[in-house]
C-alpha cells in the first residue's frame, strides 16, 4: 500500500518543463517549472500552442510557489522542456508580514541563516509577492482576471494590511 501511495504523488513534470494552462473559451497559457515549488507564468494567452521560443521570449507575468499536485501534470500537461533562464534559477525574494505583530520580511534563500528571512521596510516589499504556496484553480483565477482586467480576490486576500505595519517599517 505504501509502494502505490509514493508512485501516486511522484512528480511527473520535472524542472524547465513548459505547462499549458487551459483557461477561458479555449484559451491558453503557458509557464516554466522552476526550482520546487516556483512556477514561472509567461505573459500571454493563446488560442493556439504557440512555439517554444515565442513562449520563452514573452516577459514574466509573475512567480509563484504552487502546490505540488501542479507537478503531476494531469491538468496543467507538458507541452515543452527548455533549460531555465539564469533569472530563473532561483526563487525571487518575497514578502511576509507577521499577522499578529504586522511586521515585514524579506524571505529568500540567501537569509539561510535567520530563518530565510529578515525584517524590511515597506519600501523594499512593496511590489513583490507573497511568499505563500497556491492552488492550481487560483492561479488561473488569477491569470484569468489579469487578463479581463479585473481584482484578483486571492490577491486582495493576501495584500498587506497598511494598518498593521509598525512605524519603524513605514519607511
Not at 525584517?119 to 483565477?141: C, I, K, Q, Y
Request: glycine residues 4%; neutral net charge.
Amino acid at each position: 500500500m505504501i509502494q502505490k501511495l509514493e508512485r501516486s504523488i511522484k512528480p511527473n513534470l520535472l524542472l524547465g518543463d513548459i505547462v499549458e494552462i487551459s483557461l477561458m473559451e479555449g484559451k491558453f497559457a503557458y509557464a516554466q517549472v522552476g526550482p520546487s515549488p516556483l512556477f514561472i507564468f509567461f505573459d500571454g494567452i493563446y488560442e493556439n500552442r504557440p512555439s517554444l521560443d515565442v513562449i520563452l521570449s514573452r516577459e514574466i507575468l509573475f512567480k509563484l510557489w504552487v502546490y505540488s499536485d501542479a507537478l503531476k501534470g494531469t491538468r496543467w500537461k507538458k507541452v515543452y522542456s527548455a533549460e531555465l533562464s539564469s533569472q530563473n534559477k532561483n526563487t525571487p525574494p518575497m514578502r511576509k508580514q507577521d499577522k499578529v505583530s504586522g511586521r515585514l520580511y524579506i524571505h529568500h534563500e540567501d537569509y539561510r541563516d535567520t530563518n530565510y528571512e529578515t525584517p524590511a521596510t515597506l519600501s523594499e516589499v512593496r511590489g513583490m509577492e507573497v511568499a505563500a504556496v497556491w492552488e492550481m484553480d487560483h492561479v488561473e483565477s488569477r491569470i484569468k482576471d489579469h487578463y479581463l482586467g479585473r481584482p484578483n480576490k486571492w490577491i486582495a486576500s493576501m495584500s498587506i494590511d497598511f494598518d498593521k505595519v509598525p512605524s519603524d517599517q513605514l519607511i
